[in-house]
């Protein structure tokens, strides 16, 4: 398998543009994270899904943040307008269905909002 | 509650000498522990993982970590550090409970290593 695969690796955008994140998870696992890494901030947990269903998105910072999963193999995040704080790694992991055995992470998606 | 505690952000050490990193947990439930590594620019790899079998887990690259109930403690050790060690490590807890299936990550420790 070729692990969880995160598209594009590089984003630059202007603010005020829409930003949309790719994650392709590894084939059979259930579980699918989303992370925001700053250095402020650390690793934030932004939302997870259970079987293509959304179970926990406390973590969305705002209404711009939102995340789909319209099958098992791909999910996207999207951020609509963007802002310059935004600016982070995203990182997409994926975990078989007992999550208690670890995720495993794509290499992470770099965005810089200018 | 869970939460973990990675108590030193920056650990320097020399090349051919032990690694120590230390991690402190607090659960409501039995926990499972991990540790990942972060090379610079790239992602998260996991190193090991505690899943209530062996209190002692040995991951890759010679590291290993023990499960220390008492001390609710899981820390990182290697006898001898290599220069590719240098990273960022991160402690993570995550629990058995129905409908909560997360992963809780600590601030992570910068390893540095001096040759």
């Known amino acids: 398998d070729a692990g969880v695969i995160q598209s594009p690796r590089h984003e630059v955008t202007e603010m005020g543009q829409e930003v949309t994140l790719r994650c392709k998870p590894i084939?059979?696992?259930?579980?699918l994270f989303w992370y925001r890494q700053t250095m402020m901030r650390g690793l934030e947990l932004l939302i997870y899904?259970?079987?293509?269903?959304?179970?926990?998105d406390s973590g969305m910072p705002e209404d711009r943040f939102s995340a789909k999963m319209p099958n098992a193999s791909f999910s996207t995040l999207k951020i609509q307008p963007s802002e310059p704080r935004d600016s982070a790694v995203y990182f997409c992991?994926?975990?078989?269905?007992?999550?208690?055995?670890?995720?495993?992470f794509g290499q992470g998606t770099r965005l810089t909002v200018v | 509650a869970q939460s973990v505690t990675q108590l030193d952000s920056h650990v320097s050490v020399s090349e051919g000498t032990p690694v120590l990193l230390r991690c402190n947990y607090s659960?409501?439930?039995?926990?499972?522990l991990f540790w990942y590594v972060q090379h610079p620019n790239k992602g998260l790899q996991l190193l090991l993982k505690?899943?209530?079998?062996?209190?002692l887990v040995k991951g890759i690259n010679g590291f290993e970590a023990e499960f220390k109930k008492s001390e609710t403690s899981f820390h990182l050790t290697k006898p001898s550090a290599h220069m590719s060690d240098a990273a960022e490590y991160f402690c993570?807890?995550?629990?058995?409970?129905?409908?909560?299936?997360?992963?809780?990550f600590g601030t992570g420790t910068r390893l540095t290593v001096i040759p």
């Open positions: 659960s409501s439930y039995s926990p499972s």
């Open positions: 505690y899943t209530s079998a062996a209190t």
């Open positions: 084939s059979g696992h259930d579980y």
């Open positions: 993570v807890v995550s629990i058995r409970q129905t409908g909560a299936n997360n992963l809780f």
């Open positions: 899904f259970n079987n293509n269903v959304p179970i926990d």
């Open positions: 992991a994926s975990s078989p269905a007992t999550v208690t055995l670890g995720a495993f």
